[in-house]
């Protein structure tokens, strides 16, 4: 009949389970404050458990031995306590401030409890009965002490452990809640059947079985690890089956019979020990990629979860500024026109004769007015275009025609300012086009305008030809040119260059407005120029029609 030793199996198991967990945390992070106060704690769980089932089995000489080894057993206990709550501190942060009462309090206490548990003041005397096994123990005045301190740590432990609970949120919550309940049971299991039960009963026979209350907060420890990813799973996994592959070859190695199986097996396990120490880094190093790669994945996503709410506030301002702009701009037009027209009519004499002074005065009103009605309308286009509201009223036009009436207008202007003025055009039926010919128009005079703004001397040369089919407007002058980034920018929105230093009425518009009526008509406008001090050509191009 097989006989089992219930104390052994209990033994065994804790402490098989307490070596493969400790091995597992200790080799994921050797830097880990919480991993190798995990570790200690395992440890001397393991060495307590030994200590506690050897106390019941082996058969004592002579007192004084037993008397140490029930010492060393409590010593233990203590030390046991001492780096659970430890780890209370430091899980799951590897955040550890140590606080003054800790170090002025705790330590000093647990100093004075550990040295004393060694002398008479703890356990004073024990007896050994026939056997060799301990019979009674006679408990000193520190017994109290011993209890106290021992009991203090748990509940300080089980209280910050509580605290954090109460403070995590999500995996950390769940991390502290299983921490909590296993340690509980624990300690629950500990007290009773190494102290309560004991005393009360006067009896001893249950605290061999003690290392087996370990198990519970063992296994929700490592449940807690599993689930909730404190260390990885797959690492996890690795390891266990590389150490029990390990220990089944050392195994064979030892119990092998002749000299050339151990030599065999011992080959075949420093291979597999290496082996098995390359798998595990390379296993590691993927663990870690791949959770590098998830974080980054979830910030990434939170980023794009912010810019997109941010395009939208972007979109939503925008359609704000579009409408406040059209309506402030509607607001404008009809107060300029009307101190734009009674400005024409003083200055031409409609309300009498007015003096030199009076007649400049009223002619610059009359500019200013002119300039900011030219932005108005600039301002109502982009609007309109930015809303998908600009209509068009496309029918075959002469833009030579076009143009040369814009140049007439600009003569005197241009002669005013010292310049020269030169106008080429093909015969009028080459340079018929299709188009909204008002908006081309507007293009035709900021062409023009902008030229005769930023040319100080020389001259501006006006020509509208017919190439490959193709009718071109240019408009080419003599003034401060531009460099290659300017013209990569000077059709976009608010786009001024150097040369608007010269000239600060622009808006920015003029050629953004350009640019977007003319790809409307399935046209181009480009810009070409040598450099700064080199002058600048504008042009505009646009689909030729047989008159």
């Given at each position: 009949m097989i006989h089992f030793d219930l104390k052994l199996i209990s033994i065994g198991l804790s402490t098989l389970v307490s070596i493969i967990i400790s091995i597992i945390v200790i080799s994921n992070n050797r830097k880990s404050i919480t991993n190798k106060t995990f570790f200690a704690f395992a440890i001397s769980t393991i060495i307590w458990g030994i200590i506690n089932y050897l106390n019941s089995q082996i058969s004592f000489k002579n007192e004084d031995i037993a008397l140490f080894f029930l010492r060393l057993n409590l010593f233990l206990g203590l030390s046991q306590a001492f780096f659970l709550f430890r780890f209370f501190i430091v899980f799951p942060k590897e955040i550890y401030k140590q606080k003054w009462f800790e170090k002025f309090l705790i330590l000093p206490l647990i100093l004075i409890t550990s040295i004393l548990i060694f002398t008479p003041y703890v356990f004073s005397q024990v007896s050994v009965f026939i056997g060799g096994h301990i019979d009674q123990v006679v408990n000193g005045k520190g017994i109290a002490l011993f209890g106290m301190t021992a009991i203090g740590l748990v509940i300080s432990g089980l209280i910050i452990i509580f605290k954090k609970y109460l403070k995590y949120k999500d995996i950390e919550r769940m991390q502290s809640r299983l921490i909590l309940n296993g340690s509980f049971l624990m300690f629950f299991l500990i007290i009773l059947f190494n102290f309560v039960l004991p005393n009360f009963f006067n009896n001893s026979i249950y605290v061999p079985y003690s290392a087996v209350f370990v198990i519970p907060f063992l296994i929700l420890t490592c449940y807690s690890i599993l689930q909730y990813h404190l260390f990885s799973l797959k690492v996890i996994t690795t390891e266990l089956i590389t150490f029990i592959l390990w220990i089944f070859i050392l195994t064979r190695t030892l119990?092998?019979?002749?000299?050339?199986?151990?030599?065999?097996?011992?080959?075949?396990?420093?291979?597999?020990?290496?082996?098995?120490?390359?798998?595990?880094?390379s296993v590691r190093k993927e663990v870690k990629q791949r959770e590098r790669l998830e974080f980054l994945d979830k910030e990434l996503e939170k980023s794009n979860n912010y810019l997109e709410k941010a395009n939208d506030k972007l979109k939503s301002l925008d359609?704000?500024?579009?409408?406040?702009?059209?309506?402030?701009?509607?607001?404008?037009?009809?107060?300029?026109?009307?101190i734009k027209g009674y400005a024409e009519m003083l200055i031409a004499g409609d309300y009498g004769n007015i003096g030199d002074e009076a007649r400049e005065a009223i002619d610059r009103m009359y500019q200013s007015s002119k300039n900011l009605a030219i932005v108005v309308e600039d301002l109502l286009s982009v609007t309109k275009i930015e809303a998908g509201g600009m209509k068009y009223e496309m029918a075959p036009f002469d833009l030579s025609k076009v143009v040369e009436d814009e140049v007439k207008d600009f003569t005197m202007v241009i002669e005013k300012k010292g310049l020269k003025l030169?106008?080429?055009?093909?015969?009028?039926?080459?340079?018929?086009?299709?188009?909204?010919k008002e908006k081309i128009r507007q293009i035709i005079i900021n062409f023009i305008d902008n030229s005769v703004k930023y040319t100080k001397e020389g001259s501006i040369n006006v020509s509208v030809k017919n190439k490959n089919?193709?009718?071109?407007?240019?408009?080419?002058?003599?003034?401060?040119?531009?460099?290659?980034?300017?013209?990569?920018?000077?059709?976009?929105?608010?786009?001024?260059?150097?040369?608007?230093?010269?000239?600060?009425?622009?808006?920015?518009?003029?050629?953004?407005?350009?640019?977007?009526?003319?790809?409307?008509?399935?046209?181009?406008?480009?810009?070409?120029?040598?450099?700064?001090?080199?002058?600048?050509?504008?042009?505009?191009?646009?689909?030729?029609?047989?008159?």
């Open positions: 119990m092998a019979l002749t000299l050339q199986e151990k030599i065999i097996n011992g080959i075949l396990f420093i291979i597999v020990v290496i082996v098995g120490i390359l798998l595990i880094k359609k704000l500024k579009t409408e406040f702009v059209s309506l402030a701009s509607h607001q404008l037009r009809s107060p300029l026109t009307a030169n106008f080429e055009k093909d015969e009028s039926s080459m340079c018929m086009a299709n188009g909204d089919n193709k009718v071109v407007f240019c408009v080419k002058d003599t003034g401060m040119g531009m460099t290659e980034e300017i013209k990569e920018s000077l059709f976009q929105k608010f786009a001024r260059g150097d040369a608007a230093k010269m000239n600060s009425t622009g808006t920015g518009l003029g050629l953004y407005l350009a640019k977007q009526i003319i790809e409307a008509h399935k046209g181009r406008v480009w810009v070409e120029s040598d450099g700064p001090n080199k002058g600048s050509a504008f042009y505009m191009e646009l689909e030729a029609i047989k008159n």
